[in-house]
Nanobody, 119 residues
Framework: QVQLVESGGGSVQAGGSLRLSCAAS????????MGWYRQAPGKQRELVAV???????NYADSVKGRFTISRDNAKNTVYLQMNSLKPEDTAVYSC?????????????WGQGTQVTVSS
């Protein structure tokens, strides 16, 4: 089992920056990929960014060039640096961690943190 605790959400004006953190505890040695999803009211959940255990990254087109995902394996923490924020980035951001399960990947989730960008 993996527990994830997020921090760093809040309110910011358009053009500003926020940094989200997600700290993992429990069976952290089994964690492979980690990343972030977001969901705005009335919209589908969107994969924002993902980072492999080796550091390979992938981003949604909507955040490329503005967001940076990173991880500190020694601290079992994944970060999402969000720059040049736009009102359309407003959403609940949730981190996840994937671990190998019995024949399938087991995904664990954080509780979510609100990001609000005002124009």
């Amino acid at each position: 089992q993996v527990q994830l605790v997020e921090s760093g959400g809040g309110s910011v004006q358009a053009g500003g920056s926020l940094r989200l953190s997600c700290a993992a505890s429990g069976s952290t040695r089994s964690i492979n990929a980690m990343g972030w999803y977001r969901q705005a009211p009335g919209k589908q959940r969107e994969l924002v960014a993902v980072i492999s255990s080796g550091g390979d990254t992938n981003y949604a087109d909507s955040v490329k060039g503005r967001f940076t995902i990173s991880r500190d394996n020694a601290k079992n923490t994944v970060y999402l640096q969000m720059n040049s924020l736009k009102p359309e980035d407003t959403a609940v951001y949730s981190c996840f961690a994937d671990t190998p399960g019995r024949g399938a990947t087991a995904r664990f989730w954080g509780q979510g943190t609100q990001v609000t960008v005002s124009s």
